[in-house]
Structure formats: C-alpha cells, structure tokens
C-alpha cells in the first residue's frame, strides 16, 4: 500500500490551503500536509527533522518570501526538495530559485501543474533516497573489503586495465619493501621498475607480468630474490566484474622458509636449546613409521634403560609419555606440519623425566629429535614437578 508523503506546506491565506488540499485529494496524490504561516514556525519545523518529503512554499509571506524559504531549507534539509507556488507577480523570483536548486514553480492561478510536480518530486526524493541507501551499503562494504585486505597475510596489489594502481595493502608494502613514493603516482609501471631496480634477477617476472594482459587465468609470477636473502613469491590474476576484464589482481607473499626446507629436505628447523644439546650430543634422534619406531642408541641413557630396551612401535613410546601429555601428542601426529613439544617421559626406574621434542611430517611417517630438560641428560625430576600434571 502506497504511503501518505509528507507535505510542509509555508502559507498565510487558509483559502490556499483548502484549494491546494482539494486539488491533491482529487488527483489521487496520497499526502499529509502541514500547515504553517510564519517565519517562527518554519524554523521550528525544518529544526525538528520532522522527514518532510516535500516544502510547498508561496512567494506571498511578508516575512518568508520563496527565495528566503528556499535559502533556509538548503542551509538546514539540503535534501528536501522545494515547489513554489508564486502568482503572476512572483514569477521572475521563481525562476531565479529553479535556477538556484527549486525543483519546480506552479502559478497559483493554474494549479493543474500541481499535482504532476509533486509526484515528480516524490519520485526524485524516493530515487535520492535509495542512492544514498545504496552509497552507506556501498561504504560499508568498501570498509569490509579494506578490513579484510588489511588482515590478510599476502601483500595484495589491484590496478586497472590501463596500468593504473587502484589499491594495496600495507603487508604489499612491508613484504616488498616499496617506500610510499614509489606508490603515491599510483603507477604500475613505476612499481615494476621499483622492482626491476631493488629484486634480484626480475627479467622472467616483468615478462609474466605483462603476459598477464592476455591471459585471464591465474598465474604464478615467479619467485623473486630481495637483497636481504628473502624469497617472494607472485602470483597474478584478472579482476572481472560481471563477466567483464575490469583490471589485475596480484599477491605476494614470503616463501623464503619453504624455499630453504626445498633446497635442504632433511633439515629440522629446531629451537635453539635444541641446537645447543646436538653441538653437546645430548640429541636423540627418532623415526616413526606406521609399523615401527627407531630411537637412535642416545636414547638410552636418556630412558635408563640397556640395549635392547628402546621402545619399537608407537604403543611401545606412547606407553612411555605421561598422561597429561599424551593428547597433546597424539593431537601434533595428526596434524601435518612441524612441531616442537615438551612431553614427560617415564624411565625404567619409574622416576619421570622432562623432554623436548621436534617432529616433521614427511610422507613415508614422522622423524625429528628429542632432549631431556632436567639438569643432566636422564636425571629424574623432583616429585613435585609432574605432581600437578597428573
């Protein structure tokens, strides 16, 4: 059901009134009109925000004439729009408040212009409405898409078909080292001859680059060499909206770690104090394969037990490991990726024991090293150390 519109209706003769209301019934124009005939009233009015849809404002107040009404309403409700109706004699002063933002005039001795008028303003007002609807929409949504962009790990750079940059985030910054001049032209092809200038061998990037242009599927970019021994790898891809090419998404992001594991595949990225036992031979290194478990000879001393005594299978060690740890290590196995974890460990004599372990996920099973944290490789803990894990 369409909605009674809100009229705000600024006239001194009540004859008026009545013709103007006559005149809107008849035509089936749904409104409510309020009446008002001084300056006083109408400042109250447009100071309330009451949500007027429309001023209906004669030309003939003594002490609000419509240039003065129309002055008023675009200092306080810019958005409300503004019908004169003016006799014979006020029609020039019309015509100045169209040119300066009236949305229209109607002679009062012809209102059959009236009601057209007003619906055409209702409809302009309803349009203004939902574009500003859709402009707050819009706003939040460009703030989500910021947020989201700022949060995200990979350095994100967007430009359009002409090579113009239309946004980043800071890690793109940060991850590539490109300081705010190189970026404030919003430049592409400045950005690239940063890089060409800082990056260690480009040539292969800058081509893919620009191969991007006629492929619209996503590609790997290479990986690029900074000075500082880091490994960044690039990835691009076009940015469509609706089907349509509008522009290029790349990202980038720090593989320097995964790189290195490449090129070293039977290193353990270890703690320190795990560093510090291997240059002491206080490590013990393990391998562990669906059907068996093999714990170098050092474990020996570290479980108080002779040859022959190492446990062989994952039953065998979990048997070993305190209660209060064993979920943690049964959570690191089932999760692909390295890990380092204190677990206590029972020796032969039944006395507990702290250790630190390592483990790497590999495709045949796990391997990795392990420590005892008390004072000497295999020392038992005092009783109260575990007490509480129990």
Not at 293 to 298: A, F
């Amino acid at each position: 059901m369409e909605r009674d519109y809100r009229i705000l209706y600024l006239e001194d003769r009540e004859e008026d009134l009545k013709r103007v209301s006559d005149l809107l019934r008849r035509e089936y124009v749904p409104v409510e009109i309020t009446w008002i005939k001084g300056l006083k009233a109408f400042h109250s009015a447009l100071k309330g925000g009451w949500g007027y849809d429309l001023l209906l404002a004669s030309d003939g107040l003594p002490d609000v004439p419509g240039q003065a009404a129309l002055d008023l309403v675009q200092k306080r409700c810019p958005d409300l729009p503004v019908i004169l109706l003016c006799g014979s004699a006020g029609r020039d002063s019309a015509l100045r408040c169209l040119r300066q933002g009236a949305m229209d005039f109607v002679p009062k001795e012809d209102l059959s212009r009236l009601a057209p008028a007003v619906r055409r303003a209702f409809r302009s007002s309803q349009e203004r409405a939902e574009l500003k609807a859709a402009e707050a929409a819009n706003a939040r949504l460009v703030s989500l898409l910021r947020t989201v962009l700022e949060t995200t790990q990979e350095g994100v750079l967007v430009t359009d078909l002409a090579g113009r940059i239309t946004t980043y985030n800071r890690k793109f910054m940060t991850l590539c080292g490109i300081p705010e001049y190189v970026l404030a032209p919003m430049e592409l092809e400045r950005v690239l001859q940063f890089f060409q200038d800082q990056f260690l061998d480009t040539a292969g990037f800058l081509r893919e680059v620009r191969l991007l242009g006629d492929h619209a599927e996503r590609r790997n970019l290479g990986i690029l060499g900074t000075r500082d021994a880091r490994a960044i790898e690039a990835h691009g891809r076009a940015q469509a909206v609706g089907g349509e090419t509008v522009g290029r998404i790349y990202s980038f992001a720090d593989v320097t770690e995964r790189e290195r594991a490449a090129d070293h595949p039977g290193e353990l990225v270890v703690p320190p104090d795990l560093l510090e036992a291997a240059r002491t031979g206080r490590v013990v290194p393990w391998y562990l394969t669906e059907d068996d478990l093999v714990i170098s000879e050092k474990g020996l001393d570290v479980l108080g037990v002779g040859p022959g005594g190492l446990p062989r299978d994952l039953p065998a060690l979990e048997a070993l490991i305190h209660p209060a740890d064993l979920d943690t290590f049964r959570q690191a196995l089932e999760h692909p990726r390295t890990a380092t974890l204190d677990l206590g460990l029972r020796k032969a004599d039944g006395t507990w024991i702290r250790t630190r372990w390592t483990l790497k996920r590999g495709e045949e099973g796990y391997r990795g090293v392990f420590m005892a944290l008390s004072p000497g490789a295999g020392d038992p803990l005092p009783d109260g150390d575990l007490a509480g894990r129990r």
